[in-house]
């Protein structure tokens, strides 16, 4: 069975200060994987969507970059945190090409002060 | 926007009555999804539709489609107090090629109390 973990559960961190979130899916070879960020109390937004290892398209710019830098990893970051980047951030997978249902980790909380 | 006017709503209802909830698009779509998420968790597919079908059923939950009017629903029999969540419609919006793009809808918090 396939499985992901995101990781951390949850962060606190400082207007200004880096980020790095990551997100890792077993059992499932050459997944899609995708982040999405959720405003609390609001809609999922697609942020990042990844095919293969090393290539990931940006869908939204929110000063934010993601990376694949393995076949079960991705990876969200920036340099600088903004106010704007509280919320919830999901990493989600996808069989393959035509398959559009998404299977969701858990998320991290991010609250940024 | 994908979607019609529609922000997250939110509905209250006691154990055992029945709820429906709606949600209207506004490109083109060959399926409907609807998610369900739980307080702090990531969302679940709980139900798929697609164009060719005009209802769908699954447990307690049953979805709609109307492609004519470009409207979607999901409806619970005899709500349960675990069936409170909120409940997203999302549709496939992608761009075409490898970018299976989900858009999702505003949600409905959905209460039901005992």
């Known amino acids: 069975a396939q499985t992901i973990h995101q990781w951390p559960v949850a962060e606190i961190k400082a207007v200004g200060s880096p980020l790095s979130l990551g997100c890792t899916i077993k059992?499932?070879?050459?997944?899609?994987l995708y982040w999405y960020w959720q405003a609390t109390g609001g809609t999922l937004q697609q942020l990042f969507y990844s095919i293969t290892v090393g290539q990931v398209e940006s869908v939204v710019q929110l000063n934010l970059s993601a990376s694949r830098p393995k076949d079960d990893q991705f990876i969200l970051s920036t340099e600088k945190l903004l106010l704007s980047h509280s919320g919830f951030y999901l990493c989600?997978?996808?069989?393959?090409?035509?398959?559009?249902?998404?299977?969701f980790g858990a998320g991290t909380r991010l609250s940024v002060l | 926007s994908q979607w019609g006017e529609e922000n997250l709503q939110a509905l209250s209802i006691q154990e055992g009555e029945d709820v429906t909830m709606n949600c209207s698009y506004k490109t083109y779509t060959t399926v409907v999804h609807w998610y369900r998420q739980d307080s702090g968790r990531g969302p679940a597919l709980i139900i798929l539709i697609r164009s060719n079908e005009r209802e769908k059923r699954s447990g307690r939950l049953r979805a709609t489609l109307d492609t004519s009017s470009q409207s979607s629903s999901l409806s619970i029999t005899a709500a349960q107090c675990e069936d409170t969540a909120v409940y997203f419609c999302?549709?496939?919006?992608?761009?075409?090629?490898?970018?299976?793009?989900?858009?999702f809808g505003k949600g409905t918090l959905l209460t039901v109390t005992p």
């Open positions: 999302a549709t496939d919006t992608g761009s075409g090629g490898s970018n299976y793009k989900l858009t």
């Open positions: 989600a997978w996808s069989l393959f090409w035509g398959q559009n249902t998404l299977y």
């Open positions: 059992g499932k070879s050459s997944p899609n």
